[in-house]
């Protein structure tokens, strides 16, 4: 949802309508299914923690389509900003082109020393 005379948000909604079941997915890192970081590259973990979002969803037969909301914990913002392009290709590979509300913010620390993102969603599937 976007209001008529606002501008078109760009790779995210500024509001979604969902009725249904609701899957809260917990904030996903940048590590695999065994806890293990396979790369300290900021793209790379934004791709594996996205990966874990949907496999998690997947569990409640839940798919991309179904995330309506998407909060983003970064620990640079400036990493962000200069991989941007890199970041939108993971999203793209793993999400799809499914643009939920989203939120980005910078933290100063994450519990994992070697996560640099962390993302939590929110996904309604329909009744």
């Known amino acids: 949802m976007n209001p008529s005379h606002w501008k078109n948000a760009k790779g995210y909604a500024n509001g979604i309508m969902a ?3 609701t899957v809260f997915v917990a ?3 940048g590590w695999n299914g065994q806890q293990e970081f396979e790369t300290d590259d900021f793209a790379g973990q934004v791709r594996q923690a996205l990966q874990n979002v ?10 991309p389509e179904h995330a309506t909301r998407m909060t983003w914990y970064i ?7 200069d991989r941007l392009s890199d970041v939108g290709a993971a999203y793209r590979d ?4 499914n643009f939920p509300a989203m939120t980005m913010v910078q933290v100063a ?3 994992e020393d070697r996560a640099k993102v962390e993302i939590e969603v929110t996904a309604v599937l329909p009744s």
């Not at 949907?54 to 798919?63: F, H, P």
């Not at 620990?75 to 900003?81: A, I, N, S």
Request: aromatic residues 4%; negative net charge.
């Open 27 to 29: 904030g996903q890192i």
């Open 109 to 111: 620390d994450l519990i």
């Open 54 to 63: 949907v496999d998690v969803l997947a569990e409640a037969g839940a798919g």
């Open 19 to 21: 009725e249904g079941r």
């Open 94 to 97: 793993v999400m799809g082109r």
């Open 75 to 81: 620990t640079d913002k400036r990493e962000y900003l």
